[in-house]
């Protein structure tokens, strides 16, 4: 799934169509915790660095609704998974980041091979079916 910049409803970014990693030099910078969130904060790190930007981090968090709320208490900008939109919060503005090569947030699924959860198959083939299901506007 794609990636969005959170903005605050009343950060001049708010009204761009589209906004570029490049917009995030210097800007107060909302991150993923380095060990809650790792995942995320690596990702960000090596976009980041490839595109030679440096925010001001002002608060590291590991949940993303967590992120999304200092977002609009102002503190600042923060990059978020497309998914986080169907959080609908409120005076958060997501608009699509322009990067010249996309990153997609990846997610994984493990198991035990000899997992006896009757559960486990039918999770298995949701799962798969979600992930090779063509994206929607819901």
């Known amino acids: 799934e794609p990636l969005l910049a959170a903005i605050p409803k009343k950060h001049p970014l708010a009204a761009a169509e589209t906004v570029s ?4 030099d210097d800007q107060p910078f909302v991150m993923y915790s380095p060990y809650e969130a790792r995942y995320f904060h690596d990702l960000l790190v090596s976009m980041f660095t490839r595109a030679d930007v440096l925010p001001r981090y ?5 949940q ?19 998914a986080a939109a169907s959080l609908k919060i409120a005076d958060v503005r997501l608009k699509p980041l322009k990067l010249r090569t996309p990153v997609p947030v990846e997610l994984f699924m493990v198991w035990r091979r000899d997992d006896e959860n ?5 999770l298995i083939k949701i799962a ?5 299901a063509e994206p929607t506007d819901d």
């Open 64 to 82: 993303i609704h967590s992120i999304l709320a200092m977002v609009r208490a102002g503190l600042g900008v923060a990059i978020v998974p497309e």
């Open 58 to 62: 002002v608060q590291h968090l590991s």
């Open 21 to 24: 990693i490049k917009d995030f």
């Open 128 to 132: 798969g079916e979600l992930a090779s």
């Open 118 to 122: 009757p559960l486990l198959s039918a």
